[in-house]
């Protein structure tokens, strides 16, 4: 079953949440998938991924895990499909749009007609950056939400089956994209949660209404005094969304 067609499904809110495992070694990483043994879908991100490499992954999967394998492929189009070809039983990875056409074509020819293979996500703009980085650090003319639209759009006609955005992006990129296109919101905050360093956020039944089909929060689980308390509060928050 095509993964974005979540929404128009009873698709429980477990199983939309992706909790990151931002931790340096394998050890730590099973440790949070036994303190939170409901969270059936974990992201991997570069920290855990250079510390523990491709053994994690195995390690998931052996404990029936959905996988999100999130380290922002960008490189040259060669360098990129090289790096897909390598990755064997995930769900999800993701690759930069700012690669461009060329980059994401070929991460897409890499997987070929494997039946098995990750559903590709392009990031279109960090949710670390608000609009005043990308104008006057980057020089991206465009203002943000427009950026975040065509970076969408680029993804899609190269055959990317979704994107990584911003919760405040998601309502205008579901409808110039489509129903069928994927979107995955970092940058998910609870109510009376820290924000941290992430500018453009959203609560959970926030950018749930507004068209995302998974959310990944973190901190507001990991880092909260109680966990799995706070876990089956997310839960419920977007149970009620739904």
Known sequence: ??????????????????????????????????????????????????????????????????????????????????????????????????????????????????????????????????????AFELRVPLELPDYALQMALLARDAGIDGAVCSPREVAQLREVCGKDFLLVCPGVRPRGSNIGDQRRVMTPAEAIRAGADYLVIGRPIVAAPDPVAAWQQVCAEVDAAL
């Open 1 to 134: 079953m095509h993964m974005a067609n979540l929404r128009q499904l009873a698709v429980p809110a477990a199983d939309r949440l992706i909790v990151p495992l931002d931790v340096p070694t394998l050890d730590a990483a099973m440790g949070w998938v036994e303190r939170l043994p409901d969270v059936t879908f974990w992201k991997v991100g570069l920290e855990l991924f250079v510390g523990a490499g491709p053994r994690v992954l195995t390690e998931l999967r052996q404990r029936q895990k959905q996988i999100f394998l999130d380290l922002k492929l960008h490189d040259i189009p060669n360098t990129v499909a090289g790096a897909c070809r390598a990755v064997d039983a995930v769900e999800l990875m993701t690759v930069h749009a700012a690669g461009g056409m060329q980059m994401l074509q070929a991460a897409v020819a890499a997987f070929g007609d494997r039946g098995d293979r990750p559903r590709l996500l392009a990031v279109s703009v960090l949710t670390s950056l608000d609009a005043r980085a990308l």
